[in-house]
Structure formats: structure tokens, C-alpha cells
């Protein structure tokens, strides 16, 4: 069956060699020498019938009831075109969310933190050593505090993320108007003489306490430990300029401030810190307030946070890091440097676990479509058995008069079951075409309705290789099992029977 897959495909060659000669004359020496190089190919005894001859044969009986044929090949492309049609969307869509959720650097990324209620604690030496693990090229620290935002004589308390150029960069954190800070420093030049510890630490403001949770700092009332907190303020040195800061759609509408004045606008925030973040578990820092300039805006509009520069916070004295972000050489090195790391105890996450995720359930959805599309697959496929079985009725002294010319019962076998391989391949080729189309149009109405709506056009409809050469050995091997028993039963019909047959 493998060989006749082959030839079908070298006879459909020869057929369109054929069909250029009429145009092309000269053309006709390649044509018959391929078709010697398929006979010679096929290597049968001069007495038998070579596939390509019996492929030819089965081609003209094909011809002969072309009605019979166009209905039977075109079941059969729309089973098919119903399975291309509903896995492309599959694939179309998979690629789609996945190409949202994550670029290809961030492939290669591993976000390092550590485990709740454990001695371990994400600083400078840290860095220093994840640096030396093979196949790392880039180790990005993270500082999540609380900011107290005053504006417009309005406070209110907002996330706030100390980082450099290099690791926004590398979260593909582009602003929408503005642009990013340009500090890439990690080293504080804090004046440890501008710092003083206050007598009576209730005078502050309302304790908060910063509980990390993946990139995001959450905001919990601790009024009732405020006489537990040893509280130092800081001041932040005057040495540190540029104090940008890259915000957050939700944080201007938390502000009231229109997102088309916003650049260049000033806000005060004090920065509140505490926890694993400064030496000892009950210390407090905070700052004073400090006047940062607006000159960045993301798109982010779900939790109010923004952006500054590492080294700002890092001035505050906090010697413990939030979480990094450790960018390796490849994506294939990325699992053997994650197990380095959770071996020294520190919890990861990468958007690969995600991405493993989406491929788990659309693997289950294509499934689920693919069954559906093989309904209409196997309705076709009794369709052509059907054909396949008239056809061996209306052929029955055909049948004893090649047998009495010396037909082998083999050769006779193969010449149904080559019809019904030749409607199978058909069927597949014209169904892959089908199902194409029929998604591009789906993907245009779509892509029509996100313009008119002020979005992108889209892509939902991908067809992978693979599967394509999956589809074309589905189709033969359909017209296979469906050509199987009328095959069978012409290799015993006796030919004197036949030849009486009316």
C-alpha cells in the first residue's frame, strides 16, 4: 500500500507532464522518460501488470462514470475540509494566545523568588553567584515596596517597583506615550548620615505590610503591630537624579489625571519598606516625600502601580530584593539553569509553565474538533464504499473477461483498490483546499469586524506541515479500508460466472 501511495503520487506527476505536452511538445521526451523510470521503479516480472499501468487503469474506469466520481471525491473533500477546517482554528487560536501571552525572550526568562518563612533572601551575593551558573547571561533584581502617593493633596497608597532600563526592557514594558528611564545602576550611594530612627514610631502614618505575590505588591491593613515596627526615616540622597517615573494607565485614573497631560506631570510619594526586604523582621523604613516626574506611560489598567529606578530604592538602605528575573542563552538551557536554582532552595516560574498550559488544553480541544470533523469523514467514506460496490455489480463481466485473458486475481485486486486509493488522495487534496479557504474567509469576516472595531486584523487559521501530511495519508488510507471489500470480493468472482452475468 505504501508503494501504491508513492506511485499514485509519480502517476499524478505523469498526468500533468501529459497535460504540458499538448502545450509544450518538447516536453514529451521527459514525460515518457519518467514514465520508464516508474515502470523500472515498480520492477515486475514481463508477465505481470506494473502498478503504474494498473493506476492508469483504475484512472480510466474512474473517468468513465464522472458523476458518479465528482459526488464520491466531493463527500469525501468535505469530510475532510470539516477536519482542516475546525484544527486550523485550533492551531490558529493556539498560536494566537500563545504569541499574547509571551515574545521569544521571554522563553528564556526564569523569575526567581523565595518560599514563604524561609531563611533565604534574594540580594547582592545572590546575584553574584546566579551570574556564575553556565548558560546565564543576565540577572535582573526586582524591589517591591509601598508608596505613599500624595497629589493634589489627595494620598493614597500604590505599588511601586524599583528596576533598571535592562529589566524593562527585557518584560517587553513598552509605554504607550513617554518613554522608559535610562538608569541601568544596581549600586546605592546612600549617606547612611541622612537617616535618623524617630523616638515615637506611632507618629507615622498606618503600618502596611508588602506581601509579593508574582509581580504584584498587595496592600494589608497592620494597624494593630504598629508599636512592634522599629521604624527608620529615610531621606533619599540628593546625589540620586532623573527621579522618573514610568505609570500605569489605572494609576492616572487613580490620580485623576488625563493620560493626554500626564507626561511631565509631578506627584510625592514616600516609600514605605519592611519585611524581608530590611535586616530584621520587625524594622520598618521610610522615606520622605520626594517629587518624581511622569515620563512614561504603559498600558496596564487593572492595579494602580508605576515604576522607578533601582537605585532609588535601593538608597532607602533595603538590602534584600523582591525577586529576579534571569534571563539565559536559550531556550534549551533554560530547564537545566531553573534546576540549579530551585536547588539552592529559591522558588521560580517561567512563561513557559503558562505556554505548557494553553498546549495542554488546545491538544484537548483539537481533539474534540478533529472527532467532530471525522463524523463528516465517516459519512464520506460510506459514500465511497457505496460507489465502490456498484461499481464492482456493473462491472462483473468486465471483471470475468480480464480474467479470462489471463488477469491475475492479485492484479485485479489492486486495480479497485487503486480506484479507491486515487478518489481517497483526491478527496484529501481538494478537502485540504476546502478547509483552507473556508478559514481564510472565516479569518477575514473576522479580521473586518476587529478593524471596524478599531483593533488589528487577526489570524486564527494555521495549518502546520504535519498535519497537512497527516491529512493526505488519512485520505489514501480511508480510500484504502473503504476499497478493501469490494477488492475482496472481485478476486472471487469465477470467471465463467462473470462472463454469464447479465
Not at 492551531?91 to 494566545?97: D, E, N, P, R, Y
Not at 494597624?223 to 489605572?250: G, W
Not at 478518489?423 to 469576516?445: D, Q, R, V, W
Request: aromatic share 10%.
Amino acid at each position: 500500500m505504501i508503494g501504491y501511495f508513492f506511485f499514485i503520487g509519480g502517476f499524478l506527476i505523469l498526468k500533468f507532464l501529459t497535460f504540458l505536452t499538448t502545450k509544450l511538445p518538447f516536453l514529451k521526451g521527459l514525460r515518457n522518460a519518467f514514465y520508464n523510470l516508474l515502470v523500472k521503479l515498480d520492477g515486475v516480472p514481463d508477465n505481470s501488470i506494473s502498478r503504474i499501468e494498473l493506476i492508469e487503469l483504475a484512472y480510466a474506469n474512474i473517468k468513465v462514470k464522472k458523476t458518479r466520481t465528482f459526488i464520491t471525491v466531493g463527500g469525501m473533500a468535505v469530510g475532510i475540509s470539516a477536519i482542516v477546517f475546525l484544527v486550523s482554528i485550533g492551531f490558529g487560536i493556539q498560536s494566537l494566545v500563545v504569541t499574547k501571552v509571551a515574545r521569544a525572550e521571554e522563553l528564556r526568562q526564569i523569575e526567581v523568588s523565595t518560599a514563604p518563612k524561609t531563611n533565604l533572601f534574594i540580594n547582592d551575593e545572590l546575584i553574584k553567584t546566579f551570574k556564575d551558573f553556565p548558560n546565564v547571561n543576565m540577572v535582573l533584581p526586582q524591589i517591591a515596596v509601598v508608596g505613599k502617593v500624595n497629589y493634589n493633596n489627595s494620598s493614597t497608597d500604590v505599588a511601586v517597583y524599583g528596576v533598571t532600563k535592562d529589566y524593562l526592557e527585557q518584560s517587553a514594558i513598552s509605554p504607550v506615550s513617554g518613554k522608559i528611564f535610562e538608569s541601568n545602576d544596581i549600586e546605592s550611594t546612600l549617606d547612611v548620615t541622612t537617616t535618623t530612627v524617630l523616638d515615637d514610631p506611632t507618629d507615622l502614618t498606618e503600618v502596611r505590610d508588602e506581601i509579593l505575590v508574582g509581580d504584584w505588591v498587595e496592600v494589608e491593613d497592620e494597624s494593630n503591630m504598629i508599636s512592634q515596627f522599629e521604624t527608620t526615616k529615610v531621606v533619599l540622597p540628593e546625589s540620586l537624579s532623573d527621579k522618573d517615573a514610568v505609570v500605569n494607565r489605572a494609576f492616572l485614573k487613580l490620580l485623576g489625571i488625563d493620560e493626554k497631560d500626564a507626561i511631565d506631570k509631578v506627584f510625592k510619594v514616600a516609600f514605605i519598606a519592611s519585611g524581608n526586604l530590611v535586616s530584621g523582621e520587625l524594622s520598618r523604613i521610610e522615606s520622605t516625600e520626594t517629587e518624581y516626574r511622569i515620563i512614561g506611560i504603559t498600558l496596564d489598567e487593572s492595579t494602580p502601580f508605576f515604576y522607578v529606578p533601582f537605585v532609588h530604592l535601593k538608597s532607602l538602605g533595603i538590602q534584600n530584593y523582591s525577586l529576579l528575573k534571569v534571563v539565559v542563552n536559550s531556550e534549551e538551557k533554560l530547564v537545566n539553569v531553573r534546576n540549579l536554582i530551585e536547588a539552592q532552595g529559591f522558588n521560580t516560574s517561567s512563561v513557559v509553565d503558562t505556554i505548557k498550559q494553553i498546549n495542554n488544553l488546545f491538544d484537548t480541544t483539537r481533539t474534540i474538533l478533529a472527532a467532530l470533523g471525522t463524523v463528516a469523514l465517516l459519512v464520506a467514506s460510506l459514500g465511497m464504499f457505496n460507489t465502490l460496490t456498484v461499481s464492482l455489480l456493473e462491472r462483473t463481466r468486465e471483471i470475468g473477461l480480464l480474467k479470462a485473458m489471463g488477469m491475475k486475481s492479485k492484479e485485479i485486486r489492486d486495480s479497485f483498490l487503486a480506484e479507491s486509493m486515487i478518489m481517497g488522495s483526491f478527496g484529501g487534496f481538494f478537502g485540504l483546499l476546502l478547509g483552507f479557504i473556508m478559514g481564510k474567509i472565516l479569518e477575514f469576516a473576522l479580521s473586518m469586524i476587529a478593524v471596524n472595531s478599531g483593533s488589528n486584523a487577526i489570524s486564527i487559521i494555521e495549518v502546520p506541515f504535519f498535519f497537512i501530511i497527516m491529512i493526505i495519508f488519512l485520505s489514501f488510507f480511508v480510500g484504502v479500508l473503504t476499497g478493501l471489500y469490494p477488492a475482496r470480493r472481485a478476486t472471487k468472482i469465477s470467471a465463467l460466472n462473470a462472463l454469464r452475468y447479465e
